[in-house]
């Protein structure tokens, strides 16, 4: 049995990603003294997210941008599913490789709809594919179809346009998406709600995705494994998170990994490994009388109101329902991803009145609620283990 075939049980999606090889991949930009890129050899799996991080001018770029050529290599070979890249045209380069940058570039000039149709167009899709994978894509990515496709870039705050550029990226369903930068030019909150659904995302297609970031927490947060280049692109330590913490190769990647690592400990571990609260639910249209009953005699004070799909609108307290029918909260719910880390969880509990955040999963779908007795509980379960490991 292969590790894919380990890891495919009832319910979790194929791997629809590609095997990327790169074999002694040299870049040397004319004039230059040192190749940007010296000899670059790495194996990135199917279905993983592959990040690579490292200083400044370390060659992150150069090295991804390689593997769908708008770098050529000056010496060496990339493989996609054993087919080196040369030798495919750019048509098929497009096909398989969809590429997200900072911001998501999109054309201002186009709507939504154009800019993430571009790559199914030069493919010669006919216009009703194209329009029927558009409000796919737009829905996978979290944002209505019907309210957004026909908006204008300059129409969107820059994590709508951000998801739109991982749209974009998605389009032709390609089983490697590079991203450089990805989430680089938008706020921390929005960053983290654009961390998860990625991480949601990959859930459902499991690509091959390889990511440049400067931001180390976020490759211990997004990354199967991490690539930690020193400059030319050498590979200072190639693993998986856990061990990166545990185990730096050197001196070089504890720098770069830096102090703190106790409280990095807890980006390691995902909201779905805590046990979640079920607080009362309601949906929207319910008796207000029905539901108050219900949270009276489950002892909650706030109600979480989910909508005809499952999706949690808001979570207000029992004497902020008012009228005969549960209606539409009108306050903004900032709920977390079950992919996000315990420090993101920390992070959304401060800001809420709750001291607790509403869970989703795959689709927005409703979970639960997580709250800071069972973050510290985690917490101190993992001291305890440490202490035990040090005796
Ligand atoms: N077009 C170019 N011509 C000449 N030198 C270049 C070119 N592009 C990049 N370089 C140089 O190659 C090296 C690697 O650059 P690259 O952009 O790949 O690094 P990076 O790790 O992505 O950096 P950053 O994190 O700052 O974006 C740097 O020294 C850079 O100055």
């Not at 290599?73 to 054993?82: D, E």
């Not at 770069?256 to 979640?276: E, H, P, Y």
Request: charged share 25%; aromatic share 4%; with cysteine.
């Amino acid at each position: 049995m292969t590790a894919t075939q380990e890891t495919t049980g009832p319910g979790t999606p194929e791997v629809s990603g590609a095997e990327i090889v790169l074999e002694d991949v040299v870049k040397r930009y004319p004039g230059q003294q040192h190749a940007a890129v010296d000899s670059l050899s790495l194996t990135i799996p199917a279905g993983e997210i592959v990040m690579f991080v490292g200083p400044s001018g370390c060659g992150k770029t150069t090295s991804l941008k390689m593997i769908n050529r708008l770098i050529e290599p000056t010496s060496g070979s990339i493989r996609i599913n054993g087919q080196d890249v040369r030798e495919r045209s750019a048509t098929d380069l497009r096909r398989h490789v969809g590429y997200v940058i900072q911001g998501g570039s999109l054309f201002p000039h186009m709507s939504v709809a154009t800019n993430i149709a571009i790559v199914p167009k030069l493919l010669g899709w006919d216009d009703a594919k194209v329009t029927a994978r558009v409000d796919e894509l737009l829905d996978l990515v979290g944002l209505d179809p019907a309210k957004y496709r026909d908006r204008y870039p300059r129409e969107l705050s820059g994590g709508q346009q951000q998801r739109v550029g991982v749209a974009r990226g998605l389009a032709a369903d390609p089983p490697v998406i590079l991203m450089d930068e990805p989430f680089g030019a938008v706020d921390p909150i929005t960053r983290q709600r654009l961390q998860d659904e990625l991480l949601s995302i990959q859930r459902e297609l499991r690509k091959t995705i390889v990511i440049v970031t400067h931001d180390i927490d976020e490759a211990i947060k997004l990354g199967d494994k991490i690539v930690i280049l020193r400059e030319g692109a050498h590979v200072a330590q190639y693993d998986t998170p856990e061990n990166v913490l545990a185990a730096p190769a050197d001196d070089f990647v504890s720098d770069f990994v830096g102090s703190g690592s106790t409280l990095k400990q807890l980006s390691l571990t995902r909201v779905r490994a805590l046990d979640l609260r079920t607080p009362t639910t309601a949906k929207v249209g319910e008796s207000t009388a029905e539901v108050k009953a219900r949270a009276e005699a489950n002892g909650d004070r706030a109600v979480v109101v989910l909508d005809e799909r499952g999706r949690p609108l808001g979570w207000p307290w029992l004497r902020q329902l008012r009228g005969d029918t549960i209606v539409e909260p009108t306050e903004d719910l900032i709920d977390l991803d079950e992919a996000a880390t315990l420090n993101d969880a920390l992070d959304t509990m401060l800001t809420n009145r709750h001291g607790a955040a509403v869970v989703t999963g795959a689709r927005d779908q409703y979970l639960g609620v997580v709250d800071f007795a069972s973050v510290t509980e985690h917490m101190r379960m993992l001291e305890e283990q440490a202490g035990s490991a040090e005796q």
